[in-house]
T-cell receptor, first 114, second 117 residues
Framework: DTGVSQDPRHKITKRGQNVTFRCDPI?????LYWYRQTLGQGPEFLTY????????KSRLLSDRFSAERPKGSFSTLEIQRTEQGDSAMYLC????????????FGSGTRLTVV | AQKVTQAQTEISVVEKEDVTLDCVYE???????LFWYKQPPSGELVFLIR??????QNEISGRYSWNFQKSTSSFNFTITASQVVDSAVYFC??????????????FGKGTKLSVIP
């Protein structure tokens, strides 16, 4: 297991189109997180899963955003009807269910909406 | 609410100089965890260190050292004898020990470090 993998690395889409990103966490990690990072800012929490259950969603996650983690393995993040304001780096991370455990982040998917 | 402040937006140093990156945090939790991450141009966040709120012992790892002071709510990071490969954006982050904040990291805005050869 080489870490957290994200696909694609880059995505350019036209405004109004739907996009889907994939994240493959470290296999033994129960928790999976999605963060969004805009230029010049730190990552901001979007949502997290414990196994297959989505346990928390940030208010940043509008109804155009949906995330899934079927079978508690990989996860997908879909954005419908993309807007220019959705342009950002979308980071996935995973961790064990241990208090204070650090996260392992993937390299991210950079989305550009034109 | 939790908050992390990294007041230094950008720092430039000449190679071999020492540099300290500041981090100040706010939390009401009695148990919490502090982290530093490095983000090189490739974009991946690389974990550097984790400290829990009960352990104020400073830590040194090679050229890196961390100074945790609860009295001033600070967790500063020093790079000794900086190298060009240290050029990156560095993020300080906070996670609560229980409740709603225990699963998410709250990041500062980051400090961009440029090491000039």
């Amino acid at each position: 297991d080489t870490g957290v993998s994200q696909d694609p690395r880059h995505k350019i889409t036209k405004r109004g189109q739907n996009v889907t990103f994939r994240c493959d966490p470290i296999s033994e990690h129960n928790r999976l997180y999605w963060y969004r990072q805009t230029l010049g800012q730190g990552p901001e929490f979007l949502t997290y899963f414990q196994n297959e259950a989505q346990l928390e969603k940030s208010r940043l996650l509008s109804d155009r955003f949906s995330a899934e983690r079927p079978k508690g393995s990989f996860s997908t993040l879909e954005i419908q009807r993309t807007e220019q304001g959705d342009s950002a780096m979308y980071l996935c991370a995973s961790s064990l269910i241990i208090e204070g455990d650090g996260y392992t982040f993937g390299s991210g998917t950079r989305l550009t909406v034109v | 609410a939790q908050k992390v402040t990294q007041a230094q937006t950008e720092i430039s140093v000449v190679e071999k100089e020492d540099v300290t990156l500041d981090c100040v945090y706010e939390t009401r939790d009695t148990t919490y965890y502090l982290f530093w991450y490095k983000q090189p141009p490739s974009g991946e966040l690389v974990f550097l260190i984790r400290r829990n709120s009960f352990d104020e012992q400073n830590e040194i790892s090679g050229r890196y050292s961390w100074n945790f002071q609860k009295s001033t709510s600070s967790f500063n990071f020093t790079i000794t004898a900086s190298q060009v490969v240290d050029s990156a954006v560095y993020f300080c982050a906070l996670k609560g020990g229980s409740g709603a904040g225990s699963y998410q990291l709250t990041f500062g805005k980051g400090t961009k470090l440029s090491v000039i050869p």
